[in-house]
């Protein structure tokens, strides 16, 4: 799984995090792997740009795991599409993934910012 | 049955993300040109935007995956369709891998069957070899115990659960009027208790069976089947043994053996015949001479086991001085490891061996594999462009290389099996327990993990020189048909330097081998081993006073009968017979010198007929030899070997000087002798032995055993042997004549083990340098097919074809001589291992190290010429034209 920030050189993001981004947004709506990408692409600025391809191997492992389940449906175009979306372990595991995150993101956070004397 | 369901869910899976996949792509393009691009533009970035759709869908089938598990599988596969499209390689590596995998495969069977296994008893580590030691000797010298010592040990010990006692023997079983000696074991009433094994008809031994008049047999399973027909009701019935009747307590199980080394027992007697005299063997301490097994207490440690008997033993030194003044303290050590003690370092330096033997083939395939490397360059450069991982390739050649050594090792398990037979049954040899060797569950363990370890160690350098091309540079040399820069070539030469040194190191083992077997059959037996035939015949009189002169009688008239047969030259009798393990040792005093009776010296007893040194050829050096008037009439006399002389006699005239020698047998008793004669020493125990003073007694003074008939022929010895037994019958009918052989055959016995380790190290060497011939012209051919356009041009430029022949050549010799200097400096390291088995020859011997060393050098310039010869026919013009 690449993640590229935008403009800059590529660099891996943590791993899980690109899973917890596609269980955050399946859990707003069902969506099937296109309308994932630009979902995602839309609702961090265009300055996260997934590299299309790789967000299919995350949503097989989360199928695999239980975490979303996916079925064959019509999308508003008229389209077959295979539609995920969220399991209430998925859900649960969202939750317990997001505090973590956020623990850890006020951690790095506290370490970055200036010294106060 | 979850995992067969989850295939099939499994498909569907991979279906539906190919699906996806696609509409992704489709979807996209269709965006795309809705802004405005051609169709082809827009499906050209909705791919580039994607990413590499086949990886990802890999990647995306990893998670439904026993991940690397089944990627390994699809790898080997690959594997298999390449080398199917590839014959002659394959071939060519399979056979080198099966040649290494199958020497090591055979030796490790021999090895797990003699040393690893354990012995088929209950619990057979607490089984331990018990001995007293001899401390009138430097070193640990076991002596055997007494009866009397032994039943104090079972008596008095405190840390074993039983000790059991065993003494081989022969036995006359007759039955219908049919007389046949079988070999059979006398043995204490504990036994079978001791080893954890019931019988399975009958009852086991009881103390009673010890004692005189309960004389009791019990059978083996192969001589229950053969001569009762396995009758059921068989416990309680009589035999007749050796003239006395016994009642057969029952039968042990199938495939039961002990003792394990010698002969294979038809039958266990209890000691109630060993007591049923009016001086009984068990009564007579000093007459050392039983085997003796014990079981540990649980929880007991060897060493406790050792203080306890030596405790014992020491009280009984005190108690007895003038038996066991000597023998202060015990020795334990487990069954198996005493057992297996003498063979273990010819088999750990033939298992070495072929250990070598095996990594010369491994860098033997290993330089195939890097010139057959050189030519899939554009293979795997083209796997790395479209997003194969370094580690992936890496992973998918030593598949390949595990593949093909698994291939090697199914070859080598039908070698093994080949080379077992013929180890097994061509050499008579007597390793404990080398019949067992078979290519069983633990071998066939081995065989698995020799070829994956195999596989991993020949694929390692191919597969990380593979991994590290430049796709780009790779895939443009690749269509040039030229390949393999600077490193692969050093590569592949180093592979070529040590398997000519791994060659040379096991060169130089063999030669040494050899040159020591040649000594030690060049050794001067002390006698003239060819045309003789021996054998053994049983008089069927008890050895008591009143048939003293019949034992003589009968040898004598036998004797002469034989004479008169056609095409023999002479016979006489003796006991023992060189080199059949046979030997008694008795102590004795020499008249006119004062020694405490404790500390009386003892040496190697004979009892011989008339004619014995003429018929044995050993030389009468002076005195005079026994005659037929030396019987027991005639005044006692004695003779002794030349060892004998200088050590009790040195610097004196041996001749005229009295001995009196502790052995009666019932007419004259413990006589004091006269030394009439001294003869040349012989080599009593094998031609590699030290030589030991002997003496001799005539058997009509010393009627002990049955001694060995030894008849000299002037044809082949073994024709003789219907004759022998037809002379036989005219005497006595009932007598049966037993250990029929040559004595030629004797000697080749001492020899086994030194014929069999040389033979087969010898073997393996020869595979050796075949093999690093076969590695050094490989590099070299593959070095002028690659450089042929090079020599063409060298040779439009000017250059002589003697120039081209000398180029390739001198490449050759330059690396055969940089593998012998290795090898020579590693030869003279671990030929110090083999120091133990060699006879008369040092382990760095310089002539064998010179000839081996020109050896491995002819052979690689043989290798060498071939290709270059090739090479100095090209033609130049050809070969530019073609490229």
Known sequence: ?117 | MNWLRQIFLRRRIFDDLSVEIEQHLEEKTEALMAEGMSRKEAAASARREFGNVARIEEQGREPWMWATMESIVADAKLAVRQLWKNPGFALATILTLGLGIGATTAIFSLVNAVLLRPLAFPEQNRLMWVKQQDHSLPGIVPESLSYPDYFDWRAQNHTFSGIASYDGGGVTLEMDGEAQRLDAQMVSANLFQVLGVAPVRGRDFRWEDERPGNRTVMLSYSLWQSQFGSAKDIAGKTIRLDDHSYVIAGVMPKGFQFPLEGPTPALWISLSDEADSTSPVTSQRGYDFLNVVGRLKPGVTIEQARVDLSLIASNLAKQYPKENKWYTSALVEPELQHMVGDIKPALRVLFGAVTLVLLIACANVAGLLLARGSRRSAEFALRAAIGASRAKIIRQLLVESVVLSFCGGVAGVGLAFGLLRGMVRLMPLNIPRMEGATIDGTVLVFVVAVSVVTGLLFGVLPAWRMSQLEPVQAMREGTRGVAGGRGQHRMHNGLVVAQTAIGLVLLVSSGLLIRSFVRILNVDPGFDPKHVLTARMRVRVPFDPLNHDRHVQFYSQLLTRLSALPGVQSASAGWPLPMSDTNATIRFRIVGRSIAEADLPSESVSAVMPGFFETMRIPLLSGRMFGEKDDSKAAPVIMINQAFARRYFPGENPIGKHIQVALGDGVIEKPVREVVGVVGDIKRKGLTADVEPQYFLPYAQAVITNPFLMIRTSGDPSNLEGALRAAAREMDKGAPVYQVSTLENYVSKSVAQPRFQTLLLSCFSAIALMLSAIGLYGLLSYMVAERTLEIGLRMALGAKRTDVLRMIVRRGLTLALIGLGSGLILSALMTRLLSGMLYGIKPSDPVTFAAVTGVLLIVSLAASCVPAYRAALLDPMETLREQ
């Open chain 1, 1 to 117: 799984m690449t993640f590229s920030a935008k403009k800059t050189e590529q660099r891996d993001l943590f791993r899980g995090a690109l899973e917890m981004m596609i269980l955050q947004s399946l859990r707003q709506q069902p969506m099937h792997g296109y309308a994932l990408v630009q979902y995602i692409r839309q609702r961090s600025n265009e300055l996260l740009q997934v590299e299309e391809g790789s967000l299919y191997p995350a949503l097989q492992r989360l199928l695999k795991e239980g975490l979303v389940k996916a079925e064959w449906e019509l999308s508003a175009s008229n389209r077959r599409v295979r539609t995920y979306r969220t399991t209430p372990a998925g859900v649960k595991h969202l939750e317990r993934e997001i505090s973590s995150f956020e623990r850890m993101m006020e951690g790095v956070t506290l370490v970055l910012s200036p010294v106060k004397a």
